[in-house]
């Protein structure tokens, strides 16, 4: 009985210590979050948002706004560790940060890199075109080492993970991530097409991401995604058109 007691008191002390985490987060981060978003033309807490990260770059962008209103772009995190190269993630132990579009499906308040928000990886593109094993267990999270993981340091993820978790809420669903190889004007997939040793398949793959990179450029709002089984793809269409207000 004592076991199961102490156990017990180590368990709460855990989950307190997690919530103690979060909330010191808010307390520390949020004078700074209303003035970056009132920069932004912006009320705080964020009624949409939106996340884009670039490997060759190494940046992850913050976008926010109205509800089928244009986004405004209100941060850019530097990324400090990703490992792997350009290219998607096929399969577990690959080492490999994923490709394509995904929503922060999960939050971590007892990472072991300080606060993590997990990348709804593998999607179901992911699981058609990758091994048996796709893996899986993607995260955006601090500190700076990467294992297949976006890493932004312990500061920015207290930022990010207050900027999502407050959005969330004020949503109702899951914020969308949509990770690109690199950004896809066309500069940037000229270099990847240009790129020696790369499979068709690879390139046909990032051709498939660039009209999401596209749609959000011209219109700021994030783009529809699906995916085609039979031609195993995305098939990407712009969002509906901004409602007047």
């Not at 992850?60 to 530097?78: D, M, N, S």
Request: include cysteine.
């Amino acid at each position: 009985m004592k076991v199961f007691l102490v156990w017990g008191v180590l368990l709460a002390s855990l989950g307190a210590h997690a919530e103690d985490r979060v909330a010191a987060a808010r307390e520390r981060q949020t004078q700074a979050l209303v003035q970056t978003f009132q920069k932004a033309g912006l009320a705080w807490p964020p009624e949409e948002l939106y996340l884009r990260a670039f490997k060759v770059e190494r940046e992850l962008e913050v976008w926010a706004g109205r509800p089928g209103q244009p986004l405004v772009k209100v941060r850019t995190f530097p990324v400090c560790a990703a490992s792997g190269e350009v290219g998607p993630k096929r399969a577990q132990g690959d080492l490999q940060v994923p490709e394509g579009f995904y929503t922060v499906d999960l939050f971590n308040p007892k990472s072991a890199y300080h606060l993590s928000m997990r990348v709804s990886y593998p999607n179901a593109l992911d699981r058609k075109q990758g091994a048996a094993q796709p893996g899986g267990d993607i995260y955006i999270h601090g500190d700076c080492v990467s294992i297949g993981c976006l890493a932004i340091e312990d500061g920015p993820i207290e930022e990010l993970y207050v900027m999502v978790s407050e959005a969330r809420a004020r949503m109702g669903r899951d914020v969308p991530v949509h990770l690109f190889p690199r950004r896809l004007d066309a500069a940037g997939l000229a270099a990847l097409e240009a790129l020696s040793g790369v499979p068709e398949a690879r390139k046909a793959f990032w051709r498939g991401l660039e009209p999401g990179y596209r749609f959000f450029e011209e219109s700021r709002r994030p783009p529809r995604v699906k995916v085609d089984a039979a031609r195993s793809a995305y098939v990407v269409t712009p969002a509906p058109q901004a409602r007047a207000r």
